[in-house]
Structure formats: C-alpha cells, structure tokens
C-alpha cells in the first residue's frame, strides 16, 4: 500500500509532527495525538501510519514535553503559554487556515499521559472534541506528585490533592460531554488499569455513553500493546468521523 509522507514543522514555535496522507479522505479529516510521558509520537510508526493511511487520515502530533496537556504552566513545554492554550489558540487555528481542517473533522487521540491529556481536554471541549480516544490513559497521573521524582508535575502542582481535583475523573460534566469516547488499557497494564475502571464506572454511573476495551492484552504499558490496538483505534475514529459528519 503506497503510504503518505511524514515531516515535521513549526506552529507557534512548536515542533509537530505531520502525516499527510497519500490518498486522504475526500471530506478532509485527521487526528489530533497527544503523546506520552517519554515523547514519541506516531511519527514514522509503521503500524500507525498504515492505520492513518488505510483510512485516509491526516494526523498531528504536537511536542508536549512532560506537560501533562493541562491548562497549568510547565516551563518544560513553555513559561508562559499552557499546553491546553496551545492547542487551542494556536494549533486549531493553524490546522484550519492552512490545512482547511477543523471541527468536528478532528479526532482526538492519545497514549499514556496523552491518553488522560486527550479525555481531559474533550471533557473540558466536548464541542470542538466530539471524538477521543484514550490509549492506557494515565488518568490517575496525580500519584507522581509529591514522590520525589523530580518531574514537572511537583513545578504544577503543589499537592497530589491539587491535581487529583484536574484529573480526568473530577473533569466529567453530567450534561457537557463527548458524544463519542474509547477509553482502551492492558488489563497487565498494573500502574493504570484500576484508573481506567474508576474512570469507566464514573461514564456508567452518570449515564454518559462510551466504549471501552479492558480485555485486549499484550505486555501491559508498552509499544507492543499499543500498535496492536491500532486497527480498532483508528477504525473507531474514521467511523465516529464519519457519523459527526452527518450530523451537520
């Protein structure tokens, strides 16, 4: 299968990573993936970028650093514009003056610390974000705080508590949500498969619909697990796309 091409450039002074698909969807459409604790991106991965082709995809990958894609400030990322600001202010809209893309044609996608980074930010725009996806999310990610682990997290947050109140479970909003969320992790996955039931019971017990896949397995938190859900992932964000499209 002849596949699309892979570079990176700059919006606002930010490095992204760009796929642009060989043979893209008529009705352009693209997702948006927010990256890990480690900072790969999809860029040049195979497995993701056959996905992103077969379904005629263009897909952003922004450098978050160790942010955390909140609406605090990590200087690691930037010292005065949050990674939540960002995307919003300068990312979306250069999607759309030099891509002709934008909402609903943007899917939200992302692993690990972008896995809670993409939910969090579709619960707090469920308008702009109709469709996310949330690949072993680490949603409980406020048990970093205060370890003494010398990560961002203790600059943003000055308690495990403070971040617990912004973490993806405390941002649901009973009656402003996306229509269309998977929340997907290992079940060998130990660090965080119990936050992504917490997360899921949540969705249940306030009767926001969603779709979720605890069963899949294969090395827990790790590359292996998370290309081998490419296909299901990518094909729930083309057919979520595709159903945003005839609502308009």
């Not at 900072?39 to 450098?63: D, M, Q, S």
């Not at 899917?107 to 996806?133: E, K, N």
């Not at 690949?135 to 409980?140: L, T």
């Amino acid at each position: 299968m002849t596949t699309g091409v892979w570079k990176q450039i700059q919006i606002a002074g930010k490095t992204v990573d760009l796929y642009e698909p060989a043979r893209p969807h008529a009705d352009r459409r693209a997702a948006l993936h927010l990256h890990g604790h480690g900072g790969t991106t999809l860029y040049e991965n195979p497995v993701y970028t056959a996905e992103l082709e077969k379904h005629g995809l263009w897909c952003f990958c922004p450098h978050g650093a160790r942010s955390w894609w909140g609406k605090r400030i990590c200087s690691e990322f930037d010292p005065a514009l949050s990674p939540v600001s960002y995307l919003i202010d300068y990312l979306l809209p250069a999607l759309k003056n030099n891509y002709g893309l934008e909402s609903p044609r943007i899917a939200l996608t992302g692993i690990s610390m972008g896995g809670q980074g993409a939910l969090r930010l579709s619960y707090w725009y469920p308008r702009i974000f109709p469709v996310v996806v949330g690949i072993a999310p680490a949603v409980d990610y406020y048990r970093w705080v205060g370890q003494g682990l010398g990560l961002p997290l203790d600059e943003m947050y000055p308690t495990a508590e403070s971040a617990r109140q912004e973490s993806a479970t405390l941002e649901l909003h009973p009656l402003n949500w996306p229509r269309n969320q998977y929340i997907l992790c290992d079940p060998a996955d130990t660090e965080w498969i119990d936050s992504s039931e917490r997360l899921i019971s949540k969705l249940r017990s306030m009767g926001i619909p969603y779709e979720s896949d605890l069963q899949t397995s294969n090395g827990g938190h790790c590359w292996e697990y998370f290309n081998q859900v490419a296909p299901q992932v990518m094909k729930y964000v083309a057919d979520k796309l595709e159903e945003e499209a005839h609502r308009l």
